[in-house]
């Protein structure tokens, strides 16, 4: 892998990322759910908790976590340790990006181990914080088809973080339109098998921002998961991220504009998951952007609720900012739960077969 060429092209997705024409505005499928307001909650608004526990950890104090966005480039790390250090403080869970790098290179596990003791700061940085490591199908399927030596190495990248779960995503339409790309796929159900009984660390898929539909969800239900992330069409959309990045009208430009709208939305795909997934835990991210957008996920089925790119604009402008953000996030889900009448997320989503909410 050329390094540089992956540091200036991680430097470009947030770049891109932060550009409000990338964003799928109006499409996440939020706009059609409707919470039924609870004039007599019984309830006092300090009585509502956030408290979430979840399959991997009982200890959250919130249902929220921030998408994994960025690793391996300077200033990623910078970037990461504040938002780890404020997820920690407000009790959110914190994926990190891509860590194919440390994957792929192999001087990170010979000569140079600068970029393995990156993670290792972030982690010194934040010790109790719940935190997942983060590889792209492809690479899993390469090191998986390698045999147990490869198994062995998403093993050392996972430990270096301390992490408590290993984020897989999936992102096919970015990987067709990347210049750079990577769109093998081909052995991704077995790998991933492979991967969630060998790994030794709970496995959770995730898009990146085209969701899933009924027919992939119920091909992952013998996989091994222990959750899956819908990461749904309605917020950050790379297909749209990737055409800016392409050669002005060639192929991958042009058809970056046609798929600029492609995906299942959030809502939909949580409502898909729903349906057809056992004993995998729902997780939403994709187009959150309100703590109001994160209590109808709840409503609709969610575990926990993700956001991305709008806190990687508040982490930009530093902690303090990021900090302030956060808390609007999670007052604004307490005003959810209080104005449904319901004390906790788990009381809200057990709600969810009763008046509390409506789809159009
Ligand atoms: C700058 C940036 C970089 C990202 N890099 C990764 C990544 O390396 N791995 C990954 O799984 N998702 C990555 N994502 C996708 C997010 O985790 C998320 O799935 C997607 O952006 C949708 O959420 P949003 O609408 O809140 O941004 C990235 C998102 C952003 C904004």
């Not at 997705?13 to 409707?34: E, Y």
């Amino acid at each position: 892998m050329d390094t540089r060429q992956f540091e200036e092209r991680k430097r470009d997705h947030i770049r891109h990322a932060l550009d409000p024409s990338h964003q799928a505005t109006g499409l996440s499928g939020l706009d059609r759910v409707h919470l039924f307001h609870e004039a007599l909650p019984e309830l006092d608004l300090v009585d509502v908790s956030l408290f979430a526990p979840c399959l991997l950890t009982k200890t959250l104090s919130t249902p929220f976590y921030i998408a994994g966005m960025t690793a391996g480039h300077a200033g990623a790390n910078i970037l990461n340790q504040l938002i780890a250090q404020v997820c920690e403080k407000r009790g959110w869970a914190m994926g990190v990006g891509s860590q194919r790098r440390d994957l792929e290179s192999h001087a990170a596990y010979e000569s140079d181990r600068a970029q393995l003791s990156e993670a290792k700061a972030l982690r010194r940085s934040a010790p109790k914080l719940t935190l997942f490591g983060n590889l792209g199908i492809s690479q899993v399927i390469a090191a998986v088809q390698s045999g147990p030596s490869g198994i062995d190495r998403i093993r050392q990248i996972v430990d270096e973080l301390e992490a408590q779960a290993l984020a897989v995503h999936v992102n096919a339409l970015q990987e067709a339109i990347q210049p750079e790309g990577t769109p093998r796929f081909r052995g991704a159900l077995s790998a991933l098998e492979i991967l969630c009984s060998k790994l030794g660390v709970p496995v959770v898929i995730k898009e990146t921002g085209c969701g899933f539909s009924a027919p992939t969800l119920m091909r992952l239900n013998e996989v091994g998961l222990t959750a899956l992330d819908v990461s749904g069409l309605g917020g950050t959309h790379w297909g749209r991220v990737e055409g800016a990045r392409a050669q002005p009208d060639g192929l991958q430009a042009t058809a970056a504009r046609t798929f600029a709208n492609w995906g299942e939305s959030t809502a939909d795909s949580v409502i898909s998951a729903r349906e057809n997934l056992r004993g995998v835990e729902i997780w939403a991210s994709g187009g959150v952007r309100s703590g109001l957008d994160a209590a109808k996920l709840i409503a609709l089925g969610a575990h926990r609720v993700g956001y991305a790119q709008p806190a990687l604009a508040a982490a930009t402008a530093g902690a303090e900012v990021l900090d302030r953000w956060m808390e609007q996030q999670e007052f604004e889900l307490k005003v959810a739960l209080f104005c449904t009448g319901s004390a906790t997320p788990q009381a809200l989503r057990e709600k969810v077969k009763s008046w509390t909410i409506q789809v159009h």
